[in-house]
């Protein structure tokens, strides 16, 4: 502030001494000569004091100035953060819903564009006054409809997050190969191995060799959909467990969404084991919203069975992020990361029915397969090969033949 003063003085002094010479000069010379010295010493000073003071006045009227717009900006940006502030606690708000106000000021923007359009084909020098108007009218449609996705595009990710188990069911069908099905009769069709085999294999092949093809083709076939992909890695994972001597209960396929994250429950007296599988693809990453979300419904089974020991493991494809592994540490759940499944595996259930002892064999794509248990105690066994299966005294299902239908485990 000081060196402003200074400099600003100093060039008014120069400024004003020029312009003033006329004046002051002459007057200072007469007091001089007329030996009146101190009234010239004085009117100098007088001089000196007034530039100061304009010096001075101008310095403060500018700090003033540059302090009024200084606050009229702090008081514009707290305006406009106490703005973006209140949108965003309504957006937050609005989550849920899918942020319909968000969207509807996007709309609004965008009808301002469209209208600008519309205008234009009215207001050039051929307006075209029916197109303006299927401009208009087409233009309101796109819109509704493209804040109606945003929307439900908004709540579907929003769901996904607070729920990640929701995106293992995105796919839902199984494509199956129409050409390989194509020729067989209504009775044949049913029967699950032709979804794997040509007409002429299916009648030219055993039983056993027909069977044990299509399961090698099962195996084989590429593109399997996620879903079945999530499957069979749940079989795989139960698998493992029954062979140890656990009773497993397949939630996640039977009871799909309803599961609450809870694949497998394996049960050994009263040790229990909670698990939850996600064949992933090795680009995604297993976070710690996985991981509460799992210690979440652990903890309600906890809850809900206090005679049980209940421990939980989470086997991933995938690789899991350092935090969630952290926090599973923490939690006490077990996670087994990048736990592949092992294709061909003994995976053909050995079953003795609980109706006339009957010995019976399920392969994967048949209908019963889940809903068999494979009991140790029993005799039941787990098989690779059908040769094996066929060896041991057991035959294969017949779940998708009606006139045998009685005769099935």
Same mark, same amino acid.
């Given at each position: 502030?000081?060196?402003?003063?200074?400099?600003?003085?100093?060039?008014? @002094? &120069?400024?004003?001494? /020029?312009?003033?010479? %006329? *004046?002051?000069?002459? !007057? #200072?010379?007469? $007091? @001089? &000569?007329?030996?009146? /010295?101190?009234?010239? %010493? *004085?009117?100098?000073? !007088? #001089?000196?004091? $007034?530039?100061?003071?304009?010096?001075?006045?101008?310095? %403060?009227?500018?700090?003033?100035?540059?302090?009024?717009?200084?606050?009229?900006?702090?008081?514009?940006?707290?305006?406009?953060?106490?703005?973006?502030?209140?949108?965003?606690?309504?957006?937050?708000?609005?989550?849920?819903?899918?942020?319909?106000?968000?969207?509807?000021?996007?709309?609004?923007?965008?009808?301002?564009?469209?209208?600008?359009?519309?205008?234009?084909?009215?207001?050039?020098?051929?307006?075209?006054?029916?197109?303006?108007?299927?401009?208009?009218?087409?233009?309101?449609?796109?819109?509704?409809?493209?804040?109606?996705?945003?929307?439900?595009?908004?709540?579907?990710?929003?769901?996904?997050?607070?729920?990640?188990?929701?995106?293992?069911?995105?796919?839902?069908?199984?494509?199956?190969?129409?050409?390989?099905?194509?020729?067989?009769?209504?009775?044949?069709?049913?029967?699950?191995?032709?979804?794997?085999?040509?007409?002429?294999?299916?009648?030219?092949?055993?039983?056993?060799?027909?069977?044990?093809?299509?399961?090698?083709?099962?195996?084989?076939?590429?593109?399997?959909?996620?879903?079945?992909?999530?499957?069979?890695?749940?079989?795989?994972?139960?698998?493992?467990?029954?062979?140890?001597?656990?009773?497993?209960?397949?939630?996640?396929?039977?009871?799909?969404?309803?599961?609450?994250?809870?694949?497998?429950?394996?049960?050994?007296?009263?040790?229990?084991?909670?698990?939850?599988?996600?064949?992933?693809?090795?680009?995604?990453?297993?976070?710690?919203?996985?991981?509460?979300?799992?210690?979440?419904?652990?903890?309600?089974?906890?809850?809900?069975?206090?005679?049980?020991?209940?421990?939980?493991?989470?086997?991933?494809?995938?690789?899991?992020?350092?935090?969630?592994?952290?926090?599973?540490?923490?939690?006490?759940?077990?996670?087994?990361?990048?736990?592949?499944?092992?294709?061909?595996?003994?995976?053909?259930?050995?079953?003795?029915?609980?109706?006339?002892?009957?010995?019976?064999?399920?392969?994967?794509?048949?209908?019963?397969?889940?809903?068999?248990?494979?009991?140790?105690?029993?005799?039941?066994?787990?098989?690779?090969?059908?040769?094996?299966?066929?060896?041991?005294?057991?035959?294969?299902?017949?779940?998708?033949?009606?006139?045998?239908?009685?005769?099935?485990?």
């Amino acid at each position: 502030m000081f060196n402003q003063f200074t400099s600003k003085y100093l060039a008014k @002094l &120069l400024s004003y001494g /020029l312009t003033s010479m %006329v *004046l002051v000069i002459p !007057v #200072f010379i007469y $007091f @001089l &000569l007329t030996s009146s /010295l101190w009234l010239g %010493v *004085l009117s100098v000073g !007088v #001089f000196l004091f $007034f530039v100061a003071y304009g010096t001075y006045k101008e310095l %403060v009227d500018k700090v003033s100035s540059e302090t009024q717009i200084a606050i009229a900006l702090l008081k514009q940006k707290l305006e406009t953060s106490e703005a973006k502030e209140s949108m965003w606690r309504q957006s937050l708000k609005e989550r849920a819903s899918g942020f319909p106000s968000l969207f509807k000021n996007i709309s609004n923007y965008e009808k301002l564009m469209d209208d600008a359009l519309s205008g234009y084909l009215t207001r050039k020098s051929h307006p075209a006054y029916s197109s303006s108007e299927i401009v208009k009218l087409e233009a309101k449609r796109r819109r509704e409809a493209e804040t109606s996705q945003r929307v439900t595009q908004s709540i579907i990710e929003y769901y996904e997050n607070i729920a990640p188990f929701l995106l293992d069911y995105k796919e839902q069908e199984f494509d199956e190969n129409e050409e390989i099905a194509a020729g067989y009769s209504e009775e044949e069709s049913a029967d699950p191995v032709t979804n794997f085999l040509t007409k002429d294999e299916y009648h030219k092949l055993s039983s056993a060799e027909r069977n044990q093809m299509a399961l090698d083709r099962f195996w084989k076939r590429p593109n399997k959909p996620k879903w079945l992909l999530g499957r069979l890695y749940e079989r795989y994972v139960g698998y493992l467990y029954e062979t140890a001597g656990y009773d497993v209960e397949y939630t996640g396929i039977f009871k799909g969404y309803e599961d609450l994250g809870r694949d497998l429950i394996c049960a050994k007296g009263k040790e229990i084991v909670v698990i939850q599988c996600k064949n992933w693809s090795q680009f995604k990453t297993i976070f710690e919203k996985h991981i509460f979300q799992f210690f979440g419904t652990v903890f309600q089974y906890k809850d809900q069975n206090p005679n049980k020991k209940v421990t939980a493991v989470f086997y991933t494809t995938t690789e899991v992020s350092d935090l969630a592994r952290r926090f599973g540490g923490e939690l006490g759940i077990e996670i087994k990361e990048k736990f592949k499944m092992l294709n061909e595996y003994p995976c053909i259930k050995c079953n003795i029915s609980k109706v006339d002892g009957a010995k019976i064999y399920h392969l994967p794509f048949d209908q019963q397969y889940d809903n068999t248990k494979i009991e140790k105690s029993k005799g039941e066994i787990y098989c690779q090969t059908v040769g094996e299966a066929e060896s041991n005294g057991f035959r294969r299902a017949y779940r998708w033949h009606a006139a045998k239908e009685t005769s099935a485990a």
